[in-house]
């Protein structure tokens, strides 16, 4: 089992973030890899506080670092037309030397959709073009001199990707859907993980549908790196109960979720209080 840890980029001063992030990556050896979200607007309130945007900081987080995978949880398909997104994701594998994972979900913020004019479709077409990002992405990646491709409502004609990633064959994609019926079984077809989100019972369940859809596919499920974000609103005790209990039900990567305001010295104690004897547990 791997931990991470993730902090927002909102409501936080780069050079606190930039000095959280090198500190991970230079002492803090329990974390193997680190995350940020994708959003324009802080969601502490309902106004939308301040929040740096998620690309720029990554890649600017991705050039200071040399040892942590890294990538969003996740991405919002919706603000980005994927053949973009596959140019951008490329770039910063390049940056951050082969670290990137990309991090893609179908989107869910309405009220930041509304704010800056970008469509909002419903969720069975959201997850219609999760799939076919997914698959224009992965394509561009894996032929990145020429891809046409017809994937509604996505299309690619003689399009390139040059240069291609630094992974071969493109970073992995994790996709952050949750939805038993047809996001899983998105997973199961096209993914390289998946980024489970709810409560323990409700990840139970999703985790026996994708075992389900596997099996339907034809697709080993080790294969697919299950992660889950396990948050602190409680405390450090509550964060490491529930983190133990998903790396009890076999989950790959743990990601505890940091408060980025609280600098690296709040990132040590969560590995002092967290990631440590949560490490000490799976060995």
Known sequence: MRIGFKTSQAEVEWPTLLATW????????????AWVFDHFVSLASDEGGPCHEGWSVLAALASRTTRLKLGHLVISNTYRHPAVLAKMGATLDHIADGRFVLGLGAGWHEREHSMYGIPFPRIGERITMLESATRLVKALWESPAGVSLAAPPYALTDAVCEPPPRTPGGPPVWLGTQGTKRGL????????????????????????????????????????????????????????????????AGVDHVILIAAAKDGPEGLARLAREVAEPLLERVR
């Open 185 to 248: 079984r998105i997973v199961a077809e096209h993914a390289d993980g998946w980024n489970a989100t709810g409560d323990f019972e409700a990840f139970l369940e999703k985790r026996d549908a994708l075992l389900r859809h596997c099996d339907a596919v034809g697709r080993d499920p080790a294969e697919i790196e299950t992660s889950v974000q396990i948050f602190g609103f409680e405390g450090p005790a509550k964060q490491l109960e529930d983190a133990r209990r998903y790396a009890d």
């Open 22 to 33: 090198e500190y991970a990556d230079a002492e803090l050896t329990v974390f193997e890899s």
